[in-house]
Structure formats: C-alpha cells, structure tokens
C-alpha cells in the first residue's frame, strides 16, 4: 500500500454538507460522510501522491506521529475502497 498512488472513482461527487465532506457514487447512489481526516485523505487523492506521500503530507499538517497518521490513512483507503470510491490503484 505505501506506494500506491490511489484514484478516486471518476463517478463519485465531493460535497461538503455542514462542514463535512459527503461523498455521492453517482453510479450506485451511495454516500459516505468522511470524519476530518478521512475528509484530508480524500483532498489528498489525485493519482499522483503515493500513500506514503499522503501520510507525510498530514504528519507534517498534524504535528502526529507517523504510526498514528499511518493507520487514519489505511483506514479510509480501505472504506473508500470497500465502498467502491476509488479505481484501480498503481505503482
């Protein structure tokens, strides 16, 4: 995972509803409500920025230790991805 350069889902729609970002799958109809740092994880998503780029990005925006930052960083990859909001990852 640290050298994945993760996609969003060209479908899925960023909106920000009383200060937190929603995300709608336009395909599926399914939204997901990210928490603050799910919410800068998926701002951080381009496609360019490696996981381990992402997590020295919010290390650095934090002031938080890596392990820390690390895991916060798995865990919404891994709902984005269970939730079908990204693509296909690459190396």
Known sequence: MPGERPIPDPHVHEMEIDGEVTLLHRETQTALVLNDTAGDVWRLLDGR????????????????????????????????????FLTAATG
Do not use: H, M
Not at 65 to 83: H, M, P, Y
């Open 49 to 84: 920025r490696t996981v381990s780029e992402i997590v020295d990005t919010l290390c650095a925006a934090y002031g938080t230790e890596r392990d820390i930052v690390r895991a916060g960083v798995e865990s919404a990859l891994r709902s984005f991805e269970g939730q079908g």
